[in-house]
């Protein structure tokens, strides 16, 4: 009986230290993942991509010409996201602002690659884009997992994200949204643009 109880107590014990330092690990890889995401003050890192057409855009070329407006969208996470839809409207909308700042509008579509460009037509067919602003597709999550955004979970692609970048390449204005809300508006980042 004594020796029973005693198993107990040590299998007792034992779980509860394994799943005390299961939360430690799991709170440290969460540290992890949040300091490795773009924060105001990095330098951002160099991309290219291109748009669903085959025109490639990096952001070096981008910066040369002025300061860029990174959108990360969800792309098409089983269905075209109309919270995105709303977001890129709102800033097509003000376009000559964005352009009055000298600012590129760069968003960026990830996905899987099968179908991304099918799908990235479908999101941007009925809209026409300003001639500072850039459409691209990111094929099976390359760019999305170099600047840590993966947002990897079931019918999800990246946290919708808007940056925005200066020509010393240094982030400016970094929103990263964990939910599908919570954007950033046109009105904040022409703020951040001096507009």
Known sequence: MYSLIRARFFTVTMLTLLLSQGGELLA?????KEAALPA????????????????????????????????????????????????????????????????SVVMVYPGAAKDLEK????FIRDQSLPENFYFLVDPDYKFTNAYHLRWDAKRETAYPSTFVIGTDNKI?????SKTHGNRASAKEVLQELGK
């Open 172 to 176: 400016k204005y970094a929103k990263i």
């Open 40 to 103: 105001v003050g990095d330098t951002a890192k160099d991309f290219q991509l291109a748009t669903p057409g085959g025109q490639k855009v990096s952001l070096s070329e981008q910066l040369k010409k002025g300061p860029v407006v990174l959108l990360v969208l969800r792309g098409y996470p089983e269905y075209q996201c109309p919270v995105c839809t709303r977001q890129v409207g709102q800033f097509i909308a003000n376009a000559a602002k964005f352009k009055e700042a000298k600012a």
């Open 28 to 32: 440290a890889d969460t540290a992890k």
């Open 119 to 122: 799908r990235a037509d479908e």
